[in-house]
């Protein structure tokens, strides 16, 4: 893997099961796990006999890149046959020979690779004969050639640079002097130099003329990823030399190794800074007097620096993927780090589509060893590769996982991988993957980890994709809430608080919240009515409203328990499930998260129906056993079932849903993942709580004003109940506003977290200095292959 700026070449293990795209691999005998494509070889064959060769001799045995490596070769015969051979063939010839192309869609590179050739060659081609003929590729194709992208050349050894291409500091190379080597990796060299036409530094990466990462990065301009400035050819050398951006503080491998000696309780944000200051020392350089962004830092525990870090990589992998592009070698050496701190993701020489089907789709399996997931390491072991599933984002961020473990702890999460020079298959690799994290390595967690960032370490580990986060930016959310000391403290309870313990009382709490608020009312109504109402009628029809009373209330109180259990089976059974283990799927636990938050709003809602059926169905009770009342005594019935539902709905409503808030919905949010719905969820939730508090404020002001209206007299007896309705009201709406306070801090809380999104990145949107601040984007820029001396240019 070629190392980019700045970077060191870590003494971990590399596969690479391509060449046309970074090298040749299975020449290096450091390499952990080696698989030939073959190109190689093929290229040997070419350059010595002059004349093509079976393209099956050189295929690998390994059945999970056999179609990768076919379409490899297929593209370097193409160059030779059209353009050296003299002896052309076309696509639809290397179809009939192996019939195994045709079971994926072709590839638009090896479709626009056969167009190139063939112009170079001086055949008279039109581009919408390929457009007609390979409509699936059609758009991608007008993107290669609109930026006639240099494609896949053969070349004798693409993994060393040439022997030609000499370099050494105080040399010029076109604009630049160079100044000092930064780094030096198997497929490139990278210098400090100082651009003299425009008196500013950079980093030079020179290279073999091979792959298309400067296309990839030219696409990428965002504040995490190192940003190209300029490309330029030199063909008499055979080597390109990328211009790009000087990152000066060092890289996370330099952390990581300042992390060992580091002991855990001397660790905190210092210790990035003064890792950055070190590597800045060395080179006789100063980091910046003032800055926001390391006072910050400074302030921080190093889980929350590790965090820190997390959060804006993984804001630069969900970047690099919705442009189309995977890293695929994502470990310390290839993030480097600003004066200030900031984590800048580089090396983008292994990325490449945003998903690659290891049964054979174009593409290629590269990385650490030490890093890579599972399912890469699968793509390339003979007995796995059948049941791999396809590396896509999520490969990514298990990489990112194991990468911000060891700067956590100072080791990996797994047992190393075995030591350079020997030979391992990917199944023993593989195993130590399936076991899961190392016990000693859980032990190094520090004391103080947030809960919540263990958590989300330990789902980016998961050893089958579809347990790992699935975005970059649902990652982010989670980073972020790491961040925030409320809500991570709301989502990840400790262990044995009262909150976890609450959590599984589910069912109880519920009957209670509700069952408790309503009887206290229809108590209040019974006492009320019968004092003004009731006590007036006959004998006869007290008896039969008495029997009235019974039966409504033996109705209503099932059904409605019926109805708010069935309503909110989702809030009571799906976390009692997954305290017990079982898995949901992503929507379930959507619709659970929903239900959850309106759990006190549903509840509330059955039992306010229920008091207006009441409210409808009693006077006509009333008319049946008594033959009529007064008038006056309807509104005295009419204010009585107004307190009582206000009473019904407000206090159960705040009781419930705090209830939700700080003990279920957490349990939801930690095993799922957080997404813009939940976002809106929260806000209506805080919106409809305000009304609710207006509610629970009607209930003593009713009944300060029905003691207006029944008369103040010593003797009235109803005095006493509307008396303890106002005091008891009072007190009530106390309580009920401290509620309501404590959910609107949580909801603040998750709603920071969850809101988190947008297309201009989410570290920039929980209060990220100017100074990181995501810039505007542009659109990819053309990188043609030009003459020497000349250059394309990225913008700055």
């Not at 390979?134 to 050639?145: G, K, S, T, V």
């Not at 211009?243 to 990035?272: C, F, I, N």
């Not at 589910?506 to 003004?532: E, T």
């Not at 008896?543 to 209503?556: C, D, M």
Request: net charge neutral; aromatic share 8%; with cysteine.
């Amino acid at each position: 893997m070629a190392s980019g700026p700045l970077t060191e070449v870590a003494p971990d293990s590399v596969v690479h099961a391509s060449s046309a795209v970074s090298g040749t691999a299975g020449t290096r005998p450091e390499s952990g796990l080696v698989v030939d494509t073959g190109v190689r070889r093929l290229v040997a064959d070419w350059e010595a006999t002059r004349s093509p060769s079976d393209l099956s001799d050189y295929l690998p045995d390994a059945a999970a890149i056999r179609r990768a490596a076919l379409i490899d070769l297929i593209m370097v015969d193409l160059e030779y046959r059209w353009l050296r051979g003299g002896q052309p063939k076309r696509i639809a010839d290397y179809c009939r020979e192996f019939p195994e192309l045709l079971a994926e869609p072709l590839p638009p590179e090896l479709v626009y690779e056969e167009y190139r050739v063939r112009r170079a060659s001086g055949a008279n081609v039109e581009p919408e004969e390929y457009t007609r003929g390979f409509p699936q590729q059609a758009d991608r194709f007008e993107w290669l050639r609109e930026h006639d992208l240099p494609g896949h050349r053969g070349s004798p050894d693409p993994i060393d640079l040439p022997e030609s291409a000499e370099f050494a500091v105080g040399q010029q190379l076109d604009d630049f002097e160079l100044l000092a080597e930064l780094g030096r990796g198997a497929f490139a060299r990278v210098f400090l130099a100082r651009q003299l036409s425009m008196r500013r530094p950079a980093a030079l990466k020179i290279s073999r003329n091979v792959g298309i990462e400067p296309q990839t990065l030219a696409q990428l301009d965002h504040p995490y990823i190192v940003r190209v400035f300029d490309q330029r050819l030199f063909e008499d050398r055979q080597v390109r030399v990328l211009v790009m951006e000087y990152v000066s503080g060092g890289t996370l491998l330099d952390v990581v190794k300042l992390v060992r000696a580091t002991a855990p309780e001397h660790r905190t944000g210092q210790l990035l800074l003064d890792s950055i200051d070190k590597v800045l020392a060395r080179k006789g350089e100063v980091g910046p007097s003032e800055s926001s962004v390391r006072a910050e830092i400074a302030t921080l525990s190093w889980p929350e620096t590790v965090a820190w870090i997390g959060l804006r990589l993984a804001d630069a992998l969900e970047y690099a993927c919705a442009h189309g592009v995977l890293h695929r070698d994502i470990k310390p050496a290839n993030v480097l780090l600003s004066v200030e701190g900031v984590p800048k993701l580089a090396d983008f020489n292994v990325s490449s589509s945003d998903s690659v089907d290891p049964a054979g789709r174009s593409g290629f399996v590269g990385g650490s060893v030490a890093y890579m997931a599972p399912e890469q390491l699968a793509a390339v072991s003979p007995e796995s590769a059948a049941s791999a599933a396809p590396v896509d984002t999520r490969s990514d961020i298990y990489a990112l996982g194991v990468m911000l473990w060891e700067l956590l702890t100072g080791v990996r999460p797994f047992e190393d991988a075995p030591s350079a020079g020997s030979q391992v298959s990917p199944d023993e690799v593989l195993a130590i993957r399936r076991r899961g994290v190392d016990p000693d390595a859980r032990a190094r967690l520090p004391d103080d980890c947030p809960a919540a960032l263990r958590r989300v370490l330990m789902t980016s580990l998961a050893f089958d994709p579809a347990d790992r986060w699935s975005s970059g930016r649902k990652l982010a959310r989670q980073f972020a809430l790491c961040l925030d000391p409320h809500a991570r403290d709301l989502v990840d309870p400790r262990p044995g608080s009262w909150r976890s313990t609450l959590s599984r009382w589910s069912l109880p709490i519920l009957l209670a919240a509700i069952g408790i608020p309503n009887l206290l009312a229809a108590g209040y109504n019974y006492y009320y009515n019968k004092a003004l109402i009731i006590s007036a009628l006959s004998p006869e029809a007290q008896n039969h409203l008495e029997q009235v009373h019974l039966l409504v209330g033996g109705l209503a109180f099932p059904l409605g328990a019926f109805l708010i259990l069935y309503w909110c089976r989702l809030a009571l059974s799906v976390p009692r499930g997954l305290r017990m283990g079982q898995r949901y799927d992503p929507e379930v636990l959507a619709r659970a998260r929903t239900a959850t938050l309106n759990l006190g709003h549903r509840a509330v809602v059955v039992a306010f129906v229920l008091w207006v059926v009441a409210g409808v169905g009693y006077p006509i009770a009333l008319q049946a056993a008594a033959g009529g009342i007064p008038p006056q005594a309807y509104s005295h019935l009419i204010a009585s079932l107004a307190v009582c539902g206000a009473v019904a709905v407000a206090y159960p409503f705040f009781i419930l849903t705090f209830y939700a808030v700080r003990c279920v919905y957490p349990i939801l949010l930690s095993h799922g993942e957080i997404g813009s719905a939940d976002g809106a969820d929260l806000r209506a939730l805080g919106r409809i709580t305000t009304r609710y508090v207006a509610v629970a404020a009607s209930v003593p002001l009713v009944g300060v004003a029905g003691l207006s209206f029944v008369g103040a007299e010593p003797g009235n007896a109803v005095n006493g109940t509307v008396r303890a309705l106002c005091i008891g009201g009072i007190i009530a709406f106390i309580g009920v506003y401290q509620l309501f306070r404590w959910i609107e801090g949580d909801l603040r809380a998750l709603t920071r977290v969850v809101s988190l999104g947008g297309a201009r990145g989410y570290a920039a949107e929980i209060e990220a200095p100017e100074s990181v601040q995501t810039p505007r984007y542009v659109r990819p820029v053309s990188a043609p292959a030009v003459p020497r001396g000349t250059r394309t240019s990225a913008p700055s």
